[in-house]
């Protein structure tokens, strides 16, 4: 699920909102319970929303509910659905991270689990080079997803690609396509610096040499490559091509906590850093995270305080300033202000209080 289409979803506010979610299962015979469970929560979704507005109010809601669930193939899932409905839309995400199992109806989309699964799970980009056409896939693990946003699949129609080269001996033709060939590749990139800006992952590049040299050659995010894989993968479907992207990747993201533990050793030494989940919190907030790094199953539920600043032990008593986890609020936020975040294995921070925050001054 591409982070554009959860910013989407919190933007549309016609009252009642319905979200379902619930964890689902690839293979049998773990998925036989999956049909059941879904029914169980359209029915538990249905019988609210008639109990909150009455049946008639809500009568287009749950049409758009039938039909959507109707016509769900649950033989065909990954690891959680997501449901989203109201009278006027309805969408449906199968993901490839677990999923929380909840009814809720609100003034708008309930998008905070998919928000959290997403920040906690290794998800990078992938950019098949080619001339017909690139391609771009949101992969998360060996999970690949096609995505057609930013322009993408971009074609190559000029000169040497879609139509033909110039028929003038003063005219170098190899040089003429090459020129072409990066200009081309440079509205990739171009296209690829638009993704990144909505969800500045890592990214994977496929191709063979020729089409990579002219990339790398061009590119402005080569900080964000961590791996390249080369060969002709026109055609390659999203399945396999995970199986041959995932690992390099893999390997690139633990070269990559690496030197960010170095990183944060420097920053320490030059007081560029704050340590526990209380302190990170109030620079976070303050704007100033450059860079979260985070144990991988640190969770903490916390109060926030009236200023915002401050987060306050967790006395049971559920509230609106009540967070559940406010560790993956914290990483939301060093997020939405243009922070990265970085998951190391537990214990790797336990001098710092499972969690620690480089500062960006």
């Not at 929380?100 to 998008?111: H, Y």
């Not at 000029?158 to 001996?169: M, T, V």
């Not at 640190?298 to 009540?322: C, K, M, V, W």
Request: glycine content about 8%; some cysteine; charged content about 25%.
């Amino acid at each position: 699920m591409y982070r554009g289409d959860v910013v989407e979803l919190q933007k549309i506010v016609t009252y009642p909102c319905l979200t379902i979610t619930l964890p689902t299962h690839r293979t049998s015979p773990d998925n036989r319970q999956d049909p059941i469970r879904l029914k169980n929560l359209v029915r538990e979704a249905n019988e609210r929303l008639k109990d909150e507005f009455g049946k008639r109010e809500v009568a287009q809601l749950l049409d758009n509910l039938e039909a959507t669930t109707n016509d769900l193939d649950l033989s065909r899932t990954l690891d959680g659905l997501a449901i989203f409905v109201n009278a006027e839309t309805s969408y449906i995400y199968t993901v490839p991270f677990d999923l929380p199992e909840r009814v809720v109806v609100d003034e708008t989309f309930f998008t905070r689990d998919m928000v959290f699964a997403m920040n906690r799970t290794p998800r990078y980009w992938v950019v098949v080079l080619s001339e017909q056409p690139t391609r771009l896939f949101e992969a998360t693990r060996e999970d690949l997803a096609e995505v057609r946003v930013a322009g993408f699949p971009l074609t190559h129609g000029g000169p040497g690609g879609g139509s033909g080269l110039p028929n003038d001996p003063a005219i170098n033709s190899s040089r003429f396509r090459d020129e072409h060939h990066r200009i081309f590749f440079r509205s990739v990139d171009e296209a690829l610096t638009e993704v990144l800006k909505e969800d500045p992952l890592p990214v994977a590049v496929v191709g063979v040499d020729r089409w990579a040299s002219f990339f790398n050659e061009v590119t402005s995010n080569a900080s964000q490559i961590v791996a390249t894989v080369r060969g002709n993968h026109d055609t390659t479907p999203g399945h396999e091509l995970g199986k041959l992207v995932w690992p390099e990747v893999k390997a690139s993201l633990a070269e990559r906590r690496n030197g960010v533990l170095e990183e944060l050793g420097t920053a320490v030494g030059g007081q560029r850093s704050a340590s526990t989940l209380g302190e990170v919190w109030r620079f976070a907030r303050e704007g100033r995270g450059a860079t979260l790094v985070v144990e991988e199953s640190y969770h903490e539920s916390a109060i926030l305080d009236e200023t915002g600043f401050r987060l306050l032990p967790d006395t049971g008593e559920s509230g609106p300033n009540q967070f559940d986890d406010a560790v993956d609020e914290a990483i939301t936020m060093v997020m939405s202000m243009g922070g990265r975040v970085v998951f190391v294995e537990d214990g790797t921070l336990e001098q710092h209080g499972r969690i620690a925050l480089i500062l960006r001054y």
